[in-house]
């Protein structure tokens, strides 16, 4: 399973990296808005982790980029963000984020069973 | 920009009256019997005026600028109108009161001065009117007092119409005082949202990575920890908590002070609410020597009211219940009484100090009884939910005793509406 997380603080990225490698998870880090809309392009990753206040494109925008992308439109993204959900949370549900996640209550292992449950659903939806 | 708008409007009314008024008096002397008009010569002295009328209203309105126009324009008015009475000899009388249009206009418009000046202008072709009265120089007698009577009401009308534009200035000043001013107030909030998501957005940052971190050594994702380690850790762990928390409550209290903080008042059942939180709490609690009960009516009704911020209250409430009680019941009820939905938490936990209950609900107060128990609160929840019941246009108390326990309540006023209210 492909994950890639994109995020500009580095504690984070090596906290959900280390977390999610331990389960089996395949994943890969951008640390700017630019560099995850190429890595999502390139990787197709199954699931999308994406920061809100970045360098080079916010994580609204590059959501929006990967929405409009018939190659990416289909990868579930959550917004990972530490912007409380009242700020952006419409926003991101407007986009067609699969869901909003406030950095500061999700733990590492609550992320892997978010990500578990999203790629279940997938699965379901596709079958 | 509007009071362009407003000096524009009115100069077309008036500018019409006038016109109105020049076709009227043609009309008039034209098809009136020859016996009203001394002779022949005043169809040629009418059309003289209108076209000398014509010109000077032309000039005018080509040269001049807006103000310096209105005010030749008025005096234009105003000059035309007398002569034009005039020459209407008997029937002038009934055209009077014409005189007071350029007059109202001048004073609703023009600066004080300026009216003023036009007011006496017109004074003054009254004083000459009743100069050449008397002199028999005119076809029509106007007696002395007659003058003063004339002049008396043009001063009146003056003075009227300014007080009138004054006022109706003064609202609309006002008016767009308050439009400034909610607009800033407006601008003012929305710095301050933005503001306080980018605090909450750094301190969560290095929060959540203390959070998560201390979490993995917790569930010993890096090995094995000893006791002390283990230890250690936990409360690593369990301060940052705390911090969220706080951030959490901060974040909450600075959004419900905001001056444009609004609820979001919908229609919903309270009873369902309370359900749905006590089989939350069912599911999540560690302790097993605690019961919730919940005492609904029989048939609860629904009304009006913040579902999400009523649903906080009642989590802190119930959160607080099962922090201080180490084994009992808890009640939750819910009932209707005099169009307020009261709300009571009640718990046989440890109590609280008679001298501590009037502080409960001040921000980051603890209680003695906190002493008593390993808490991790901050001191911040009945502060919220005392924001979020008065918001509401409700209240919230308690009452309590040592070492029996505590009932919380708050009620809230049943807006039920109107369409509902009849069944």
New interface residues.
């Given amino acids: 399973m492909k994950v890639l997380i994109v995020d500009d ?1 580095k ?2 990225l090596k ?2 990296q ?2 999610l490698s ?1 389960e089996g998870m395949e994943v890969t880090t951008a640390s700017n808005g630019e560099e995850g809309i190429n890595l999502a392009k390139n990787q197709k990753p199954d699931i999308i982790m994406l920061d809100i ?1 970045m360098p080079k494109f916010n994580g609204l925008d590059v959501l929006k980029n990967l929405k409009n992308d018939p190659d990416t439109k289909n990868i579930p993204v959550f917004l990972l ?4 959900a ?2 952006s949370g419409d926003k991101a549900k407007e986009l067609g984020a699969a869901g909003y996640l ?8 609550m992320l892997v069973n978010v990500i578990k449950g999203a790629i279940e659903g997938v699965k379901q939806t596709k079958n | 920009m509007k009071d362009k708008s407003f000096l524009q409007k009115y100069e077309r009314v008036f500018e019409i009256s006038t016109w109105i008024l020049i076709v009227l008096v043609i009309f008039f002397v034209r098809f009136l019997p020859k016996k009203v008009i001394d002779d022949g010569t005043s169809y040629i002295l009418i059309g003289l005026i209108a076209a000398m009328a014509l010109i000077y209203y032309f000039v005018i309105y080509r040269f001049f600028s807006k103000t310096k126009r209105l005010y030749l324009k008025d005096i234009a008015d105003i000059v035309l109108i007398g002569i034009l009475i005039h020459l209407l000899k008997d029937y002038g009388t009934y055209f009077y009161a014409l005189y007071f249009i350029p007059i109202a206009a001048a004073a609703l418009t023009l600066e004080f001065i300026n009216a003023l000046l036009i007011a006496t202008i017109a004074a003054v072709f009254v004083i000459f009117e009743i100069f050449l009265g008397s002199q028999e120089l005119l076809p029509q007698q106007i007696n002395f007092n007659q003058g003063v009577w004339q002049i008396g009401f043009i001063l009146l009308i003056t003075i009227f119409c300014r007080y009138l534009a004054v006022q109706i200035r003064e609202e609309r000043r006002q008016k767009e005082e308050l439009v400034a001013h909610k607009k800033m107030l407006e601008e003012e909030a929305v710095r301050q949202r933005d503001f306080m998501n980018l605090t909450a957005h750094q301190l969560y940052t290095p929060l959540s990575i203390s959070r998560g971190f201390a979490s993995m050594l917790n569930d010993a994702n890096y090995g094995t920890l000893n006791p002390k380690q283990k230890e250690a850790v936990r409360e690593v762990y369990e301060s940052t908590t705390r911090m969220v928390g706080l951030v959490n409550e901060l974040l909450s209290i600075s959004r419900l002070e905001t001056e444009s903080f609004q609820l979001n008042k919908k229609i919903a059942e309270p009873d369902q609410l309370l359900k749905n939180i006590v089989s939350e709490f069912e599911q999540t609690k560690n302790n097993n020597d605690i019961h919730i009960l919940l005492d609904l009516p029989n048939n609860p009704r629904p009304f009006m009211f913040d579902k999400e911020k009523i649903r906080q209250v009642i989590y802190n409430l119930i959160g607080n219940a099962i922090k201080y009680t180490p084994k009992g019941n808890i009640t939750v009820k819910y009932e209707v009484a005099h169009h307020r939905a009261v709300f009571t938490i009640k718990d046989e936990g440890i109590g609280i100090d008679a001298t501590d209950i009037g502080n409960l609900f001040q921000p980051f107060f603890r209680g003695k009884n906190i002493l008593e128990l390993d808490n991790k609160g901050t001191g911040l929840g009945l502060y919220i939910a005392k924001i979020i019941i008065e918001k509401h246009g409700g209240r919230i108390w308690a009452d309590s005793i040592r070492g029996q326990g505590s009932s919380f309540y708050f009620e809230l006023p049943l807006l039920i509406p109107e369409h509902l209210a009849k069944k």
């Avoid at chain 1, 963000?81 to 409380?84: A, E, G, R, S, Y």
């Fill in positions: 603080e504690g984070i906290m959900y280390e977390r331990m206040i963000t530490n912007l409380p009242e700020c406030v950095k500061a209550e999700y733990e590492p292992k």
